[in-house]
């Protein structure tokens, strides 16, 4: 029983890598469509991919459930299943986000406000949260899931920064202060996408430790 276990807890590992790296491909895609507005292939890829991570999220919902009926995990294995149940709601929320960042950048046309501000760089940064947290659940690895953490003040720095460049570009360009507002908006989304790379990375914590981050 038990091996017929560690093969199924094996499955959910590779499902959860699958599930982050559609998240990935999601934001890639959704940045494409900002830096081509025009790139209606990419906009379209990010929309597939949303409904694939929701696919995704409920297969492993459904291989979770099946973990805790038909096998008799001890403490440890209900908190791994327990937080890879809370770990797919983060994930298939960070693909709404990557999908809604598609959905607004047809309206962002210039090309100098774009590359002026730090947005691309949030969104690497963004990006490697989410990889990282789920590589840190799949390695059981409770260091890089605190750097996770961290790293999130590098994002919200950006945000910050992001910020007051598009401030600023108002100030300078008032005419593009729609297009500002929709860059701002599009950081929104990438500083949340951050947020919800944290809340899985808590819950890798709490699967290796039993305590929830800052207990």
């Given at each position: 029983?038990?091996?017929?276990?560690?093969?199924?807890?094996?499955?959910?590992?590779?499902?959860?890598?699958?599930?982050?790296?559609?998240?990935?491909d999601?934001?890639?895609?959704?940045?494409?469509?900002l830096k081509?507005?025009?790139?209606?292939?990419?906009?379209?890829?990010?929309?597939?991919?949303?409904?694939?991570?929701?696919?995704?999220?409920?297969?492993?919902?459904?291989?979770?459930?099946?973990?805790?009926?038909?096998?008799?995990?001890?403490?440890?294995?209900?908190?791994?299943?327990?937080?890879?149940?809370?770990?797919?709601s983060?994930?298939?929320?960070?693909?709404?986000?990557?999908?809604?960042?598609?959905?607004i950048?047809?309206?962002?046309?210039?090309?100098?406000?774009?590359?002026?501000?730090?947005?691309?760089?949030?969104?690497?940064?963004a990006?490697?949260?989410?990889?990282?947290?789920?590589?840190?659940?799949v390695?059981?690895?409770?260091?890089?899931?605190?750097?996770?953490?961290?790293?999130?003040?590098?994002?919200?720095?950006?945000?910050?920064?992001?910020?007051?460049?598009?401030?600023?570009?108002?100030?300078?360009?008032?005419?593009?202060?729609?297009?500002?507002?929709?860059?701002?908006?599009?950081?929104?989304?990438?500083?949340?996408i951050?947020?919800?790379?944290?809340n899985?990375?808590?819950?890798?914590?709490?699967?290796?430790?039993?305590?929830?981050?800052?207990?």
């Open positions: 029983m038990r091996i017929r276990f560690d093969e199924q807890l094996e499955l959910l590992n590779r499902k959860l890598i699958e599930m982050g790296a559609l998240c990935e999601a934001i890639s895609a959704s940045m494409h469509t081509n507005e025009t790139d209606k292939q990419s906009a379209e890829k990010a929309a597939a991919l949303e409904r694939e991570i929701d696919h995704k999220e409920r297969e492993i919902e459904s291989l979770c459930m099946k973990l805790l009926l038909q096998q008799q995990p001890v403490a440890r294995d209900l908190r791994t299943i327990s937080s890879a149940l809370k770990m797919i983060d994930l298939e929320r960070i693909g709404d986000q990557a999908s809604d960042i598609a959905g950048t047809g309206y962002i046309k210039d090309e100098q406000l774009k590359s002026g501000t730090h947005i691309y760089e949030m969104a690497r940064a990006s490697r949260m989410v990889t990282d947290s789920v590589d840190s659940f390695r059981k690895d409770l260091g890089k899931a605190r750097a996770v953490q961290k790293e999130d003040d590098i994002v919200d720095g950006l945000f910050d920064t992001v910020k007051n460049e598009l401030v600023g570009q108002i100030t300078e360009h008032p005419d593009l202060s729609g297009e500002c507002l929709d860059l701002l908006m599009i950081a929104k989304y990438l500083e949340r951050g947020d919800h790379a944290v899985v990375a808590e819950w890798v914590e709490y699967s290796i430790t039993g305590a929830h981050a800052g207990e």
